[in-house]
Structure formats: C-alpha cells, structure tokens
C-alpha cells in the first residue's frame, strides 16, 4: 500500500481499472437481478400465446422443457457475460496503462525539471502541447523558470555593481591613506577633503542601496492623503534651484495654476521629484534647460521632466530604471550618481499606484521622464 501511494502512476492505473471493475460489477448484478424476472415474463406471455397454462416448475412436459430450457439459456448467459468480463478487464488492463503513462510522461518531465532548476540550471524548460490542464500547467512552469533565471540574473549582477561601485570610492580611499602613510600626498585640507568626499560618496550608496531592498521588499510604509502636486514641484524645485543655476542650467515649472491633489505620501513624492530632477540635472550640459510640467486628466495626475541632456539610445531606454544601470557610466560617476535613484524612484510611484517610464529621441537629444499618481478622490 505504501508503494501504491508514494507512486502517481500506479495510482492512475488502479483508478481507471476501479472503475471498469465497478462497472461490470454492477452489470453482472444488474442481470443476476434483471434476467430471472425477465425472463420469466417473457415466458409466462408465451404459455398465454399458447394456450398450454405451462409454468416454469410443472411436470416433465412443455414446462420441464422449458424449465430446461430456461437453465441452458441463464448458463449461456453467465459463460457470455465470464467472457466478456474478462475481455473486457483485459482491455481495462492495457488502456488504463495507456492512459495513465500518457498523464505520468509530463509529470516525471516536470520533476526531472524542477529538480534541474533547484540544482542552479535555471534554464530549463518543458516542451507544453496542447490546451488541458497538463499542458496549462506546463506553461506556468515555464513562466517560473523565466522568472527564477531573470532574478538569479539579477543577482549575479547586482553582486557584480555594488562591488564595482564599492571599489571605486574605496580604492580612492586607500590611495589617498597610503599616499599619506608614504609621505607621497601632503597632509592638506584638500587631501581630506578628497577623502571625505569619497568618504561620503561611500555613505551615500550605502544609504541607496538600504532604501532599495525597503522599496523592492515592499517594507516602506505609505503615508497616503491628498497632498497638493504644484506645491510638492514647487518646494522641490525651490531647494534644486540653485544646483541649476550653479550650473547654468533654466528650469521651467509649468504648473497648474490651481492646486491640484494626488493621492500619495507626501515624503515619497517629494523624494521621487528630488531622485528625477537631480537625474535630470546629473545629465544635462552647462547651458542646458529642464523643464516641469504636471497636469490633471481623467483619474490621475500627470507630470513629466524634460531634460535636453545627452538622451538615451532606443534600444536602452527599456533599461534605464534598471538598478545601476546608466546611460554614460563615466559622467555619472564623476557626478556622484549611484545609479539606483530611478530605481527607487519606479518602486515609488508603482507603490502609489501609478505608473512611470521614459521617453527619448536618441542621443545628444534630450529625454523626458514620465509618471502618475491617481488623484484624491
């Protein structure tokens, strides 16, 4: 019994033959039951028609005879229906074996698959024929394979950037200490501050990379109420503001001139417009112009930051919000960029309920990042 149950397909096998099994029994019950009665029926109207008066249990005679008769015929009967029990449990046999290896075959692919995959080979696929329940499940497996290789991807790389990242500040670090230390670098003002700076460049993408796992666990806790969008651009712009102009760069708010209210966490909004005008900022020349805009249509609030920055090439502007993932390494790092900013700032959004992407023409031609928020109701 053990056997039978840590096996699904001697499970399928003896329930398709359960089943034929039964149904015979309850065919031979039915004509043990049935056939006597029928019988005699059907003879009792022939006895009528013959106008004899013989019974089934009378004398030697016509009765006797057909008392015998009746005895050959129910012996007839039951050698039929022995036969054709048999043929018929020996067909059971063969189609249930049939029919259970034809459902047991996807599932041992299934296994041997999985267990491929919690073995690290997360490329391993099922071939799915078909439209059934087997098939439906085949693709589902098939979706969770994608899934797992594309975060086991996501992994190795992530390792791969916040080492790379790590490493940069930290090299400068120990250069400058062990210039330092040699007597190569004067003990100066500026040296320290060299080291600061990458002192705090260090903390920074500590703190980055913290506030990323909080976002993509979903840990953050939303503080959600109706919060005025113009005001929000409007502080947000108003402490940037003279990051732009030390760098000779206009910013434009458009806004609407009434308030307009959104549905979100204040903090989170204004962290999202401080992550998307700084990106903006981060990438647009001397000389250069960003421009806000937000507006309210049917259900949600719109607002748009254009840049007329070094822009993003087709084929990468599906992977800008990917963590660490820039357009121009070297500009970005020389600005003190983390590269995970627009990451935050996707989570944020999606956890308000909105949605955010971006929009470009190609390179040397500025970009415009886009988002929504659903407004208060």
Known sequence: ???????????????????????????????????????????????????????????????????????????????????????????????SFFFSQRILGPVNVMKVASRRIAEGHFDERIRSEGEDELSQMAGSFNRMAEQLEQI????RRLIGDVAHELRTPLTAIKGSAEGLIDGVLPATVETFQQIHAESERLSRLVDDLQELSRVESGAIQLDVHPVDLTAAIQT??????????????????????VPTLVSADEDRLIQVLTNLMGNALRYTPVGGKVTVTAAAEKAHALISIRDTGIGIPQDQVARIFERFYRVDKSRARAGGGSGIGLTIAM??????????????????K???????????G
Not at 15 to 37: D, E, K
């Open 152 to 155: 086991e991807n996501m992994r």
């Open 236 to 257: 947000v712009g108003g402490r940037m503001r003279h990051l732009f102009n030390e760098k000779r760069i206009a910013l434009t708010l458009n806004l609407p001139g």
């Open 1 to 95: 019994m053990k056997f039978i149950r840590s096996h699904l397909g001697i499970k399928l096998f003896f329930s398709y033959f359960a089943v034929i099994v039964v149904g015979m029994a309850v065919v031979a019950l039915t004509t043990g039951v049935v056939t006597p009665r029928a019988y005699a029926r059907h003879l009792f109207y022939m006895e009528q028609e013959l106008g004899s008066g013989m019974g089934m249990g009378q004398g030697h005679g016509q009765g006797g005879m057909m008392s015998d008769f009746y005895a050959n015929f129910q012996a007839t009967f039951n050698e039929s229906l022995l036969i054709a029990v048999l043929a018929a449990s020996a067909t059971a046999l063969i189609v």
């Open 366 to 376: 500025g970009s415009v990042f886009l988002f929504t928020l659903p407004l208060a």
């Open 347 to 364: 989570h944020l959004v999606e956890a308000h309920g909105g949605r955010i992407w971006a929009e470009s023409p190609g390179d040397n």
